[in-house]
């Protein structure tokens, strides 16, 4: 055997076995091994380029593209392995392995490594997610409602995240009614959240889910409830996010203006609270009322012509929504302008004059809020003009965490989201971008020509019809 070889034969044997490339042992290693094995191409094809026989290095250039492809379906079969690994590791009774297997598997959802790989068994993944949540630790249900907002990310709108937020929300609603730990709560709220913006299908089951959040943001007493709790500042400020942003969904959905009045009352209330995030929370909520129109009822909103009581009732209602519109503009003004004081945050405080000025801009001259992110390249640039937008974008952010960019450059679903049109080119080499661009160019050029063509044709075919 020729030392060429041997040697790409001794180096496809090492990434099997693991040795020199090893194999994937945990997640946070699939980005180092690939580089890994990039190296080791290189190195396979210095090694030939020394040889001076032109039939070895034919051959050996076949040998070396056969290993090329062996190591990309190596790299798709150790991620499936690594999966199927960690599912194994699921059925442990020890929760600290269970624990280890979760974070891991959440580092992949956010790292955007599982797309395609979680379809066929998003069903198993689900379950045991649930009994994590249901049996486990308070840190193991945490990283477990995580994996079920990721997971149903991942799988993008359809069928599999419709049956995915069916299948959590009896779960999680239950850790939400029990008023457990504030941080498996927090967790809960924020999976609930984006498993019913991905999967729900009808105005129905948004308005479940919102419920369930309204529940923990303003409980009231009653003779099945007992003694009223009320949520910890970080738990009602997790709480009204994810209800503002699952309320930027509801679109041409309309509901009865008469029902709003009581939740943006108490919201207003809100305004008042001595946690800034709380305060800032209940701003952007209120900030999508008003962009949702949700504020805004005619006195004489079915009939010009109604009278009595009915009529009464629907001037009294728009006298009082006028009224709380004016106070929530008043305590945005105030709060826009608000003094930090001695030991004050002032980054948070900043953030809050921001926020509150840009609500006030909105209810007093129209201004939609603007904003923009640089995705990829010079051309891919994420941008948001209304306060739908923007809460969903901030969310979106939180929840995703560093998996942010990741997946706003490869899902689908956050594409679709945003109206994201990435420029493909700008990830192919120099050369490959000259190839790329110059057929574009070509494709608008014969376009034009096309468009000359039929506008000639049309323009013949007028005159011969004179």
Request: glycine share 6%.
């Amino acid at each position: 055997m020729g030392k060429s070889k041997f040697f790409l034969l001794s180096c496809w044997v090492a990434a099997v076995l693991g040795f020199p490339v090893p194999i994937l042992i945990d997640l946070g290693g699939l980005s180092s091994s690939s580089g890994k094995k990039s190296k080791v191409r290189g190195a396979a094809g210095d090694d030939l380029l020394d040889s001076s026989d032109a039939d070895s290095v034919e051959s050996s250039s076949t040998a070396l593209s056969d290993l090329s492809i062996s190591y990309a379906t190596e790299n798709v079969n150790s991620h499936e392995f690594v999966l199927d690994k960690y599912i194994d590791a699921l059925y442990e009774k020890r929760g600290s392995t269970r624990e280890a297997a979760l974070a891991s598997l959440v580092d992949a959802f956010e790292s955007f490594m599982l797309d395609g790989l979680v379809e066929n068994k998003y069903a198993t993944l689900l379950s045991l997610f649930n009994t994590s949540i249901k049996k486990g630790s308070t840190k193991e249900a945490c990283l477990a409602s995580r994996a079920i907002g990721l997971l149903s990310i991942t799988l993008g709108a359809g069928s599999s995240s419709h049956e995915t937020m069916v299948e959590s929300h009896p779960q999680l609603s239950r850790v939400l009614q029990t008023w457990s730990d504030a941080s498996k709560m927090i967790s809960a709220l924020d999976c609930l959240a984006v498993v019913t913006f991905v999967g729900a299908t009808d105005l129905a089951e948004t308005e479940l889910s919102l419920k369930a959040m309204w529940d923990v943001i303003h409980p009231k007493s009653g003779s099945n409830v007992g003694t009223v709790r009320k949520p910890k500042p970080p738990v009602l400020a997790a709480a009204l996010s994810a209800w503002t942003f699952l309320l930027t969904t509801i679109g041409s959905w309309r509901i009865n203006s008469d029902s709003w009045k009581e939740p943006i009352a108490f919201l207003s209330t809100l305004l008042g609270a001595e946690d800034r995030a709380v305060r800032m929370a209940a701003g952007e909520a209120l900030a999508l009322c008003f962009e949702l129109n949700l504020l805004d009822v005619s006195a004489c909103e079915d009939d010009d012509d109604d009278t009595g009581v009915a009529g009464t009732s629907k001037s009294k209602l728009f006298l009082d929504m006028q009224a709380l519109k004016a106070k929530i503009a008043g305590l945005a003004s105030n709060l826009s302008a608000e003094a930090g004081g001695k030991g004050a945050d002032k980054k948070n405080l900043s953030d809050q004059r921001d926020l509150f000025q840009r609500i006030l801009d909105f209810v007093k001259y129209g201004e939609c809020p603007e904003e923009s992110l640089k995705i990829a390249g010079k051309r891919d640039v994420l941008r948001v003009s209304s306060w739908s937008e923007l809460i969903q974008l901030n969310f979106f952010k939180h929840f995703l965490g560093r998996g942010f960019l990741k997946h706003v450059q490869d899902n689908g679903l956050l594409q679709d989201i945003f109206s994201i049109r990435t420029d493909k080119a700008e990830s192919l080499s120099s050369s490959d971008k000259k190839i790329f661009r110059s057929g574009e160019e070509k494709g608008r050029a014969l376009k034009l020509n096309k468009d000359r063509r039929q506008a000639q044709e049309r323009k013949n075919a007028a005159l011969f019809n004179e």
